[in-house]
């Protein structure tokens, strides 16, 4: 099996700074895509930003300019560092992992646990 254990979340005033972690363990073969994703109660979750194993970003306009997402191959982790916060930016971020767990069998999504993130006024 397969855990993703988040960590970082918290409350900052606007303006501020909070950065996540999220790290892999389990039985692993390779890690593809990161992610995060942000949901709110009753909505949808959505993409906030991605990296490929090669380094290669996607992000939500919202998070642009402001979020930087960085990988570590060798400790299967993921980071979200959030920058110049804002109150829209409060919501529950998840982590993503589209892991292989042996070759050549297909990738398998896992989801962090959750950790809130509160940007007050």
């Known amino acids: 099996q397969v855990q993703l254990v988040e960590s970082g979340g918290g409350w900052v005033q606007a303006g501020g700074s909070l950065r996540l972690s999220c790290a892999a363990s389990?039985?692993?073969?390779?890690?593809?895509?990161m992610g995060w994703y942000r949901q709110a109660p009753g909505n949808q979750r959505e993409l906030v930003a991605t990296?490929?194993?090669?380094?290669?970003?996607n992000y939500a306009d919202s998070a642009k300019g402001r979020f930087t997402i960085t990988r570590d191959n060798a400790k299967n982790t993921v980071s979200l560092q959030m920058n110049s916060l804002k109150p829209e930016d409060t919501d529950v971020y998840y982590c993503?992992?589209?892991?292989?767990?042996?070759?050549?069998?297909?990738?398998?999504?896992?989801w962090g646990q959750g950790t809130q993130v509160t940007v007050s006024s």
């Open positions: 389990g039985s692993i073969f390779n890690i593809n895509n």
């Open positions: 990296i490929t194993r090669g380094g290669s970003t």
């Open positions: 993503h992992f589209d892991v292989t767990r042996a070759w050549p069998r297909p990738p398998i999504d896992y």
